[in-house]
């Protein structure tokens, strides 16, 4: 089983490989945006009681074992502790769902739950409940390396790197064109990093407030003067699973910092 | 011309709005330089500076330097702009402005007077190029004081 595993792995790199234009990010030279980030946003993303992303963890704790929908479930009744039984899990979202055969992320997760075993209706999109819970469940996977291993997601993680590599907006760039390209440059104020998704939701110190990883992807566009995905789009999620796939490996800091 | 049809012009073309226009004024390749002014007039040097200076219109201080002292936090992802009148002609430097792409079709430097062929633009941006006409020939005429 092992073995197939690791062949699996081996035949979604093979596919999803390069194209002509820009270069993937060599694996060993992959950094966190962590690693650029000032003294004292560290700190504040280090301190679990300085961390502003906190609060939106204690959040997501409480409605854990808060009933929900007219099936009077919380999620704590299937799921137990979550110390336990969602470690690991944020490190391999996107995930492929079979009912829809394809990827869904964590957002589209937690809501399947909510509508088909709680009977509840779906959160919003950047509510403040479901990134409490995202940023909840995502903090059970802290410290974890990000796994994007799932063969059944090759011709995703393709759509999702077409996407990364097309120009798009007015501007005209591609994503990969600043983030594969020119990381570590200064694009005037800014660092430019190398985009990878480990820390969402993110406490953004512009934003003042958490937030999701499409939400960062729509400023990006909008900065291209592109018309962003919407929430939840096909696009939106292929996104998702290319970055943490190219993040494959690194750690998972839930809930980080950034600026 | 009925007076009708000349106020349905006169209409279509105030319906532009903010000095753009959905139709590009023709330009002509020579080259590696379009020759002659896209306007048929010569910029206005000092008018280009603040166009260059200005990060949501020009947008050039984001991935260029150049010599701004009063400007902080200049980008470097592109090369500084010192000497771009020495090593550039007036009409190399349009073509730059005009379409980069044409150039060095990977090149991040956005092609500031098209508006075919890109992809997923915002509403608010479609059919607009990032600047008019004259604008750019602004921005030409103040690129090629930059001797040293």
């Known amino acids: 089983m092992k073995r197939f595993h690791a062949l699996m792995c081996a035949v979604v790199l093979a596919a999803v490989a390069g194209p002509a234009g820009s270069a993937d990010i060599p694996l060993d030279q992959r950094r966190s945006g962590y690693a650029d980030l000032g003294r004292d946003t560290k700190a504040m993303q280090d301190d679990d009681t300085s961390n502003p992303a906190s609060l939106g963890v204690q959040d997501g704790e409480a409605l854990w074992s808060q009933k929900a929908g007219t099936a009077g479930k919380a999620c704590a009744e299937c799921h137990g502790d979550a110390a336990a039984s969602m470690k690991g899990v944020a490190a391999r979202y996107p995930a492929f769902s079979p009912a829809r055969k394809g990827p869904i992320d964590l957002e589209q997760r937690i809501n399947l739950c909510r509508t088909e075993n709680q009977k509840a209706e779906p959160l919003a999109f950047e509510s403040r409940e479901l990134l409490a819970l995202t940023a909840y469940i995502g903090r059970q996977s802290r410290g974890m390396p990000i796994v994007q291993s799932d063969a059944r997601l090759t011709s995703a993680i393709d759509a999702g790197r077409k996407l990364f590599t097309q120009r798009i907006g007015q501007i005209s760039l591609s994503c990969a064109q600043c983030h594969d390209d020119n990381w570590g440059k200064q694009l005037a104020s800014s660092l430019v990093p190398q985009g990878h998704p480990t820390g969402y939701p993110i406490y953004r110190l512009e934003w003042q407030s958490l937030g999701s990883l499409q939400r960062r992807l729509r400023n990006c566009m909008i900065g291209m003067r592109a018309e962003p995905y919407a929430y939840g789009a096909p696009e939106s999620v292929e996104l998702e699973l290319y970055l943490m796939w190219r993040a494959r490996g690194l750690t998972v800091e839930t809930p980080g910092v950034r600026p | ?148």
Not at chain 2, 55 to 71: D, I, K, M, Q, V
Not at chain 2, 83 to 101: F, I, K, N, Y
Not at chain 2, 123 to 136: N, V
């Open chain 2, 1 to 148: 011309m009925t007076a009708r049809a000349a106020m349905g012009v006169l209409l279509a073309s105030l319906a532009g709005g903010a000095g753009y226009a959905d139709e590009l004024l023709p330009y002509r390749i020579e080259g590696n330089a379009v020759p002659v002014s896209l306007t048929g007039k010569p910029g206005d040097a000092a008018r280009g500076r603040t166009i260059v200076t200005n990060r949501t219109l020009g947008l050039c201080l984001l991935c260029h330097s150049g010599p701004f002292p009063e400007e902080r936090f200049q980008g470097n992802l592109a090369p500084d702009m010192r000497g771009a009148g020495t090593r550039w002609s007036t009409g190399e430097l349009r073509l730059r402005m005009v379409d980069s792409h044409r150039l060095n079709p990977d090149t991040i430097m956005p092609a500031y007077y098209m508006i075919d062929g890109l992809n997923l633009v915002a509403p608010a941006f479609r059919g607009k190029p990032l600047l008019t006409a004259e604008q750019i020939e602004d921005v030409v005429a103040f690129l090629a004081t930059l001797r040293d």
